[in-house]
């Protein structure tokens, strides 16, 4: 036969308390539900082993064998609802955080103090993940909370995978600052891309999203460009640009304002990136993944308001290195 844990349990409260009505009480049951259980409990065995009287329930030999096994079902029980509350506990501190260079250095930290204030017991750790990884991390159970980057299209996550949307990342022309479009117009004047058309591009790799759209977009503006740099990385990307060599097209976020560098925005259409931060659909687990949400999309609004400030209101960072 199979054997029920529970009917083990049940006889080792009996054994206990002494009764079936204080048995039903720590089992949250009504005394007639155990007296089923009992007799069940005697059908499946096909011996007694509960005596009833007036004073109570005592156990025959066979019930109080069982008894005692009922009491490791017991001790088993208890220490495995000590344990569960202590991991949900330790997840409910823990949060793993993966996201690219540009997000990792102004997105992230002041986010990441905030939740510190509010939480100084939290559990935090940040790895670097390019946006193409993010997904699969939290599918294997590395992060819990993944920042990336979608070009130009909406982020469509698997079923079990949630994007919550943060920040609407342009893209912007990075030109060396005596380029002549730019010698004598005003920072805030925009460049339209086809007036780039016959310049010596710096891109990010072949393959990349953001290789992809960058053609795109040129198609979009009737030409076709000359890449003569290529990098996997913006800051190395506006570092060319420096030496005078080529131009680039950079997101907002990445900017470093090297030196020898300018950037003017590009009128519309312009290209983007929307940046998410990818979540399990059940987050229950790790209610603070929601709590950093929170923050990063108050951080992404400060961040936007700065770039829809007049240029010479900007706070221009130091030359720090910036990753796609």
């Known amino acids: 036969m199979v054997v029920d844990p529970g009917q083990l349990r049940l006889l080792a409260l009996i054994e206990r308390h002494g009764s079936l009505t204080a048995a039903a009480r720590a089992l949250q049951l009504t005394p007639a539900a155990v007296t089923q259980q009992v007799v069940k409990a005697e ?14 329930a005592t156990l025959t030999a066979a019930g109080a ?10 001790e088993a029980s208890d220490r495995a609802e000590v344990q569960l509350a202590a991991l949900l506990g330790h997840l409910s501190l823990r949060l793993r955080v ?15 103090t905030a939740l510190r204030h509010r939480h100084p017991d939290a559990d935090v750790s940040v790895v670097d993940v390019v946006s193409g990884r993010g997904a699969d991390e939290i599918s294997a159970g590395h992060l819990d909370l993944a920042i990336v980057a979608s070009w130009g299209t909406p982020l469509a996550p698997p079923p079990h995978l949630r994007a919550h949307p943060l920040l609407l990342d342009p893209m912007v022309a990075v030109l ?7 010698t004598g117009q005003p920072a805030d004047a925009e ?9 010596s591009w710096v891109s990010i790799l072949a393959g990349h999203a953001a290789r992809e759209q960058f053609h795109a977009a040129a198609r979009e503006a009737g030409f076709t460009p000359t890449v003569r740099f290529e990098t996997e990385s913006y800051d190395v990307a506006q570092a060319l640009v420096g ?6 097209l950079v997101s907002r976020l990445a900017l470093t304002h090297a030196p020898g560098t300018t950037h003017r925005e590009l009128a519309h259409p312009r290209p983007y990136r929307q940046l998410y931060a990818l979540t399990k659909t059940d987050a229950s687990l790790t209610p ?10 108050d951080v992404a609004r400060d961040i936007t308001a700065t770039w829809e400030a007049p240029p010479q209101e900007e706070q221009h960072s130091s030359n720090s290195p910036h990753g796609v």
Not at 98 to 112: D, K, N, R, S, V
Not at 191 to 199: A, F, G, I, K, V
């Open 98 to 112: 993966g996201t690219f260079q540009a997000a990792a250095l102004h997105l992230l930290p002041p986010a990441l």
């Open 65 to 74: 064998l069982l008894a005692s096994h009922g009491r490791t079902v017991e």
């Open 243 to 248: 030496t005078g060599s080529a131009v680039a």
């Open 176 to 182: 060396p600052d005596d380029h002549p479009l730019t």
């Open 43 to 56: 059908r499946d065995w096909q011996v007694p082993l509960v005596v009833r009287g007036p004073r109570g």
């Open 191 to 199: 460049l339209r891309l086809e007036q780039l058309r016959d310049e």
């Open 288 to 297: 603070l993944a929601d709590k950093l949400i929170d923050l990063l999309r």
